[in-house]
């Protein structure tokens, strides 16, 4: 991620340019006192976020807010003041955010998580991909993964939901048949199920997805890329990418939602403040 920040006041610059690498470690941030400098150096440069002081001397904030949206139209404008009194006019901008001075730590976070145009969803380099956003779906390479069972693919889905948990056959049952977890025709049907999932995962070299322990089941969470579990590490991207729908296709997935929009809605709630 591409920052650009601007304040006159070399000290303010310097807490508000440390701010945003403590809060974005994978962020690049090109730091000006001089706007002119600063415009300058965006004609030529890509640029996702910019920090603009309001009060700058020579052009202030919302001039060379304006300036940056005729380079980059979707450039998400934060603007970072100790006045109120230009608020009006930085929404009319359609700003990202309004930020008082000085800018803490959290509140630049809630704005990075919440931008107008959010930043695309990273590159991870994995293979296997799920979406537990609206329908639960799995790809694999970009492509969509086929299960032989709709069983399975629920199967793999609890595994998702735990997180790397690992969970018994008998709370698997009670899940995916919503039944009782001793019947015995389910237990045998599940053991079809855990053959069929390794199976499917073994084909596509992904073996080492689900892990089989003593006594249950569970999956290594660190080798799939998935929106909930980003979601759960407050990544941009999947912040926006929840709407309030998780694992449609699966009743047992229901109480998740609420947790999730707990979540959202603490989010929202900060955002709301430290815009204040």
Not at 39 to 51: G, I, S, T, Y
Not at 81 to 98: C, F, K, N, Q, R
Not at 132 to 143: D, I, P, Q, S, T
Request: proline share 5%; hydrophobic share 40%.
């Amino acid at each position: 991620m591409q920052v650009l920040a601007v304040d006159d006041e070399p000290n303010s610059l310097h807490l508000l340019t440390q701010s945003i690498l403590a809060v974005a470690k994978d962020a690049q941030v090109a730091d000006f006192t001089d706007p002119a400098a600063a415009l300058r150096w965006a004609m030529e440069n890509p640029c996702d976020v910019a920090f603009l002081d309001i009060e700058l001397g020579s052009m202030n904030g919302i001039e060379l807010g304006k300036k940056l949206k005729e380079r980059n139209p979707k450039i998400n404008l934060i603007f970072v003041t100790g006045y109120l009194d230009y608020a009006v006019p930085a929404y009319a901008l359609h700003a990202s955010g309004y930020l008082t001075k000085p800018a803490r730590q959290d509140a630049i976070r809630v704005e990075l998580e919440n931008l107008r145009y959010p930043m695309p969803r990273p590159q991870t380099g994995k293979r296997l991909v799920v979406h537990c956003f609206g329908n639960f779906e799995v790809f694999y390479c970009g492509k969509p993964l086929t299960f032989r069972r709709s069983k399975t693919k629920e199967l793999f889905a609890f595994l998702v939901d735990r997180n790397g948990a690992r969970v018994t056959p008998g709370e698997i049952c009670a899940r995916l048949w919503e039944d009782d977890s001793t019947d015995k025709q389910q237990k045998d049907y599940l053991r079809h199920l855990v053959m069929d999932l390794s199976q499917t995962l073994e084909q596509i070299g992904e073996s080492d997805v689900f892990v089989r322990t003593r006594g249950g089941y569970n999956i290594n969470p660190s080798l799939l890329e998935c929106d909930y579990y980003d979601y759960l590490n407050n990544v941009p991207y999947a912040v926006r990418a929840y709407q309030g729908e998780y694992m449609q296709q699966y009743s047992w997935a229901e109480p998740m939602v609420c947790t999730l929009q707990e979540k959202k809605e603490l989010m929202l709630a900060r955002m709301g403040k430290h815009r204040m």
